[in-house]
């Protein structure tokens, strides 16, 4: 566990990069998070960050599937706008754990 | 005289038959009238699925009729169930409209794949050059076509979590290596594991193990990957961003889901699984309802074991319900799962809802121990001597020598 300084607070995260205590997470925390995954944040990023902190805070899992019956963006649109890893990628700007896939 | 009361089980399949052996001891005959429902008359020994494709295990290896494993005591209807009605306290059947009341229910009717969910699988390459082996037809005609098959570009592609058994994929490229190395033509095979994981496996110690097995085999993995759909003509699979991944050969793992059944009863989740208490088995939303094995969406393995070690719990926590006393059983998500690395060998893990799977060893009185996170030879006749146990002990709802809860004993930090 460590800190971190974004958007001038500083933020505790764990040794992958994810943040530890939710309720640190501010719109521009979010901004410099997106800046290290060198990603410029829109309405629609925004829109699908409080979906996913809204589904972690009610305890529901997030899946690829999840995401596409969300009526925010379809599961293509998804990794345009996290491309990569996108559950990862939104998870860590979104301020919340990295999804386990339990097995 | 007490008035009779019912217990429904849905599913006749490892867990729910475990279920019917265990409840009809358990509670009074006088007292508890216990019926099951199924809609097929075959049970599948589905661990053993893996085997058939490479020609060791055939299909009469695996199959053995339902009512050998159901005791005398319990009324088994074979049907399909239409739909659970949990307001009313009933369940209605398709078979001649039957609606069967219930004061306790038990749901246990496992997952399934689903091939049409995902774009071009089960299109025109569907058992040509595609093949499942979660299904004893895919397995079967996936023997077949091994049997000719002249090489090139295998696939293994899984495609969504959660999936039974989550350690089948790579011991179907573990035997896949070894299959075709025995033939004398594995440099004309090129295997890849394609998966939505990061890694080999979720869990840190075990995935190292596992990767550095699937380098020594020369397995190429692809992690991270969500399949979006099939090219039938150009033999490809795509994710979601286009990235391609050609092949000659597909075997899929197919996006697993709960039972229609679950669906039509306004139960499940995005993918038919029954939400439910992870510690006390019980459905969410329902009082009287328990779920066990992969119907329920608790976060462990879909595995046999696994519904195994929450056999005892569910049966514990029922009769609290029955005698409406607080629940004394608390599952741990314990999962225990013999893996075959091929040749003769294997190796094991043992790990539950907090605790990854560790290295050290596994002790089994009168068997064992067996070496976890290790390849041994030993731990290869663990996961053949489990298809005896599963007939003989598992299925009959006899005590396994493993208890429920998972130890710590011989496990290293
Ligand atoms: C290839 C493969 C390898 C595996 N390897 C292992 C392993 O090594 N170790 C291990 O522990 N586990 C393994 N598993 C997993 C294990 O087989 C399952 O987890 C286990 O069988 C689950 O039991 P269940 O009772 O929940 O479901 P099932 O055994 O699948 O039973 C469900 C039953 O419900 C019935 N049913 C469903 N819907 C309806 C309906 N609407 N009407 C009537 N009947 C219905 C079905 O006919 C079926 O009989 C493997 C699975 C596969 C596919």
Same mark, same amino acid.
């Given at each position: 566990?460590?800190?971190?300084?974004?958007?001038?607070?500083?933020?505790?995260?764990?040794?992958?990069?994810?943040?530890?205590?939710?309720?640190?997470?501010?719109?521009?925390?979010?901004?410099?998070?997106?800046?290290?995954?060198?990603?410029?944040?829109?309405?629609?990023?925004?829109?699908?960050?409080?979906?996913?902190r809204d589904r972690v805070a009610k305890g529901e899992s997030l899946t690829i599937r999840g995401i596409g019956k969300s009526g925010i963006v379809d599961i293509k649109e998804f990794y345009q706008l996290f491309p990569g890893a996108p559950l990862k990628k939104a998870t860590k700007i979104a301020g919340v754990p990295k999804p386990s896939s339990c097995i | 005289m007490k008035q009779t009361k019912r217990l429904v089980i849905l599913g006749a399949g490892t867990a729910g038959t475990m279920m019917a052996n265990k409840l009809r001891k358990e509670l009074d005959r006088d007292e508890w009238e216990i019926t099951i429902v199924d809609q097929v008359k075959t049970h599948y020994y589905q661990p053993g699925f893996l085997f058939i494709p490479f020609g060791i295990y055939k299909k009469e290896d695996v199959i053995k009729p339902k009512s050998d494993f159901l005791p005398i005591g319990v009324n088994v209807i074979f049907s399909e169930i239409d739909k659970i009605v949990p307001d009313e306290?009933?369940?209605?059947?398709?078979?001649?409209?039957?609606?069967?009341?219930?004061?306790?229910?038990?749901?246990?009717?496992?997952?399934?794949?689903?091939?049409?969910?995902?774009?071009?699988?089960?299109?025109e390459l569907w058992y $040509?050059? @595609?093949? =499942?082996?979660?299904?004893?037809?895919? #397995?079967?005609?996936?023997?077949?076509?091994?049997? /000719?098959?002249? &090489?090139?570009?295998?696939?293994?592609?899984?495609?969504?979590?959660p999936y039974k058994c989550p350690v089948a994929p790579l011991e179907f490229a573990f035997l896949a290596d070894a299959f075709f190395t025995n033939r004398g033509m594995r440099d004309k095979v090129d295997i890849t594991l394609v998966t939505p994981l990061s890694g080999a496996f979720t869990k840190p110690k075990a995935t190292k193990l596992l990767s550095s097995l699937?380098?020594?085999?020369?397995?190429?993995?692809?992690?991270?990957?969500?399949?979006?759909?099939?090219?039938?003509?150009? $033999?490809? @699979?795509? =994710?979601?961003?286009?990235?391609?991944? #050609?092949?000659?050969?597909?075997?899929?793992?197919? /996006?697993?889901? &709960?039972?229609?059944?679950?669906?039509?009863?306004?139960?499940?989740?995005?993918?038919?699984?029954?939400?439910?208490?992870?510690?006390?088995?019980?459905?969410?939303?329902?009082?009287?309802?328990?779920?066990?094995?992969?119907?329920?969406?608790?976060?462990?393995?879909?595995?046999?074991?696994?519904?195994?070690?929450?056999?005892?719990?569910?049966?514990?926590?029922?009769?609290?319900?029955?005698?409406?006393?607080?629940?004394?059983?608390?599952?741990?998500?314990?999962?225990?799962?013999?893996?075959?690395?091929?040749?003769?060998?294997g190796t094991l893990?043992?790990?539950?809802?907090?605790?990854?799977?560790?290295?050290?060893?596994?002790?089994?009185?009168?068997?064992?121990?067996?070496?976890?996170?290790?390849?041994?030879r030993m731990n290869h006749y663990g996961k053949m001597i489990f298809r005896w146990m599963y007939w003989h002990i598992l299925l009959k709802g006899k005590e396994m020598p493993i208890s429920s809860q998972m130890s710590m004993a011989g496990k290293k930090l």
């Open positions: 566990m460590s800190q971190k300084e974004y958007a001038g607070v500083s933020i505790a995260v764990n040794d992958e990069g994810y943040m530890t205590e939710s309720s640190q997470w501010t719109e521009d925390v979010a901004k410099a998070i997106a800046a290290e995954e060198k990603l410029e944040l829109t309405e629609k990023h925004f829109a699908m960050l409080k979906y996913i | 306290n009933k369940v209605l059947l398709t078979e001649g409209s039957r609606v069967l009341k219930y004061d306790f229910l038990i749901v246990a009717t496992g997952a399934k794949t689903a091939p049409e969910e995902t774009e071009g699988l089960a299109g $040509k050059d @595609i093949f =499942d082996f979660y299904t004893i037809v895919g #397995a079967v005609a996936l023997a077949d076509y091994f049997k /000719t098959w002249k &090489g090139g570009k295998l696939v293994i592609n899984v495609t969504e979590i699937l380098e020594e085999k020369n397995i190429n993995i692809i992690p991270d990957y969500n399949i979006a759909r099939v090219d039938n003509k150009e $033999k490809k @699979i795509y =994710d979601y961003a286009d990235q391609e991944v #050609a092949f000659d050969c597909l075997v899929t793992v197919p /996006t697993n889901m &709960g039972d229609a059944m679950v669906a039509r009863s306004g139960m499940g989740d995005d993918l038919n699984f029954i939400p439910t208490d992870k510690h006390t088995l019980r459905a969410e939303n329902h009082e009287n309802i328990f779920v066990i094995g992969d119907a329920a969406n608790i976060p462990t393995s879909k595995a046999g074991s696994v519904a195994h070690f929450a056999g005892e719990i569910l049966t514990e926590n029922l009769m609290c319900a029955i005698e409406g006393r607080p629940f004394t059983a608390s599952f741990d998500g314990h999962a225990n799962c013999y893996i075959v690395t091929g040749n003769g060998m893990i043992d790990f539950n809802y907090d605790t990854e799977p560790l290295p050290g060893t596994f002790p089994l009185p009168g068997v064992g121990p067996f070496g976890l996170l290790k390849v041994t």
